[in-house]
């Protein structure tokens, strides 16, 4: 008929399949085709587990994998805002500051009543921790030269310009200046 095993050479291959189960805990095949277990340090009985897919299996303990904290699917509004709406004569105006936080300017809105302004800026001041107001510029400044009469110069900075401190303690001050009457909007956040 056949070959068939003996009741010895069955309690054989049983044994011998159970002692390579025990011998070799499952793992990970690894690129380099050896077998790499991925177990918990501090409780080494707890195994990652891979599907019948492939795929290594991830959870939090619970029923299904869990997200701790908030999801939000629109960008917050900044914690601390600010804005300059002004109408200024020609001048140098404090826009924001004095502060030891970041300012970051978003948005900048020039729009003159008559003539060309020539000379529009942003300007910074660094001022030391024990200022009390913006009392010098003495910083970088940004030009936004020849913006035509009547005609709003519109700047919108996805990504902010930043006024930092220039060392730990220090204080910084944002400064608009126009050199006719205009209508100035900056506005952006702290941070």
């Not at 587990?49 to 904290?69: E, H, P, Q």
């Not at 001050?173 to 909007?185: A, G, M, R």
Request: aromatic content about 6%; glycine content about 8%; some cysteine.
């Amino acid at each position: 008929m056949g070959n068939r095993f003996s009741g010895r050479q069955i309690t054989t291959i049983v044994v011998a399949v159970a002692v390579a189960v025990v011998a070799f805990p499952a793992g990970v095949l690894a690129a380099g085709g050896s077998l790499v277990t991925i177990t918990d340090p501090v409780h080494p009985a707890r195994k990652a587990s891979v599907s019948i897919d492939g795929a290594l299996m991830v959870g939090d303990g619970g029923k299904s994998l869990t997200v701790d904290g908030t999801v939000h699917t629109q960008p917050l509004a900044p914690a601390m805002p600010w804005s300059y709406p002004n109408n200024n004569a020609s001048g140098y105006y404090v826009a924001a500051g004095p502060t030891k936080l970041t300012i970051n300017v978003t948005s900048l809105t020039v729009s003159p009543y008559s003539g060309t302004i020539t000379d529009s800026r942003l300007m910074t001041s660094q001022l030391p921790s024990t200022a009390t107001d913006c009392s010098s510029i003495n910083g970088p400044d940004l030009y936004l030269d020849d913006v035509p009469p009547t005609v709003p110069l519109v700047v919108a900075f996805p990504t902010p310009l930043q006024i930092k401190p220039t060392a730990p303690g220090n204080q910084v001050c944002l400064w608009v200046y126009v050199d006719h009457q205009s209508d100035v909007d900056v506005s952006g956040f702290y941070s």
